[in-house]
């Protein structure tokens, strides 16, 4: 796989080189964790890559879930890219603010509603600064463009399908969270939920995917972080994290592999760790 794949990753190189094209749409779905006290839409308003749209991963979900930003209906998805002026026939780009940290996750959103036509920014908004190109403070023009989408439910878990897979063994759930947080040695950022992991899962820590400037791994290394993690290849995957943000550049590493039978459990920790009759593992 060459290392610009506009369904998967593309460079800086490559984004600056379309950025004209009238068929290109770019998305900043910059998102943080609170600790981290970053305003995604302020430090959107304040600088983003030319052209960019505002993906607000909270605001794009499914309110009527208790469960942070899951994925939204697909009317709803739909009509907020209808109003961003994101349709059918354009080329997706989306990218971050932390590197690649969130982008993903709308990568994974798009994959879900059936778009293909949609790569993740390798390195994010902090690699097109440190090389210098160009950004801009004016929001983006919009015109209304028609969208079709076709649900893929392959593509996403729910806590039974993941509770039967956990008991069975008939795939591998890889948790991308911290290794202390995986073993439970730290409490969850998230009040009220137990420490820990679900039982029988590995753990590959999203960050051992990426390189130092945030970008990602080459695919050969990629697969060895996985199968060092334990992982075998060869069953099918579910991934998962806190809140099913960072479980999508598992899924991102997974599909730059050329592995296509892999699925994210949308509820992840959030919801894991919330009910008291799912078992959990420590250590």
């Known amino acids: 796989m060459s290392a610009d794949d506009p369904r998967t990753l593309v460079s800086t190189d490559w984004l600056a080189a379309h950025l004209k094209d009238p068929d290109l749409r770019i998305l900043d779905a910059s998102w943080y964790l609170p600790d981290m006290g970053r305003d995604a839409r302020a430090e959107y308003e304040a600088a983003h890559i030319p052209g960019a749209r505002f993906f607000d991963i909270d605001e794009i979900s499914d309110h009527r879930s208790s469960l942070p930003h899951m994925a939204p209906p697909p009317e709803k998805f739909v009509s907020r890219m209808r109003a961003m002026g994101v349709g059918d026939g354009h080329q997706v780009v989306v990218y971050d603010g932390a590197g690649l940290f969130s982008a993903a996750r709308v990568w994974w959103l798009f994959r879900l509603m059936g778009k293909t036509d949609v790569a993740v920014l390798d390195g994010g908004f902090p690699k097109w600064q440190a090389e210098g190109r160009p950004v801009e403070d004016m929001p983006p ?47 969850e950022p998230r009040p009220g939920l137990r420490a820990g992991h679900i039982p029988n899962s590995r753990n590959v820590h999203y960050r051992t995917l990426l390189n130092a400037d945030g970008t990602m791994l080459p695919p050969d290394e990629l697969r060895r972080v996985f199968e060092a993690a334990g992982v075998d290849l060869n069953k099918p995957a579910i991934t998962t994290c806190g809140s099913g943000v960072t479980a999508a550049i598992l899924n991102l590493a997974l599909e730059r592999i050329g592995k296509r039978d892999h699925a994210l459990y949308d509820g992840s920790w959030a919801e894991w760790g919330m009910y008291g009759d799912l078992k959990v593992a420590k250590g």
């Not at 076709?150 to 969270?177: C, F, M, P, W, Y």
């Open 141 to 187: 023009v919009l015109r209304d463009r028609h969208m079709t989408v076709s649900r893929q439910a392959q593509l996403v878990k729910d806590v039974t399908q993941v509770a039967a897979a956990s008991k069975l063994g008939d795939h591998e759930i890889i948790d991308a969270r911290s290794p202390e947080r995986f073993r439970g040695d730290v409490p």
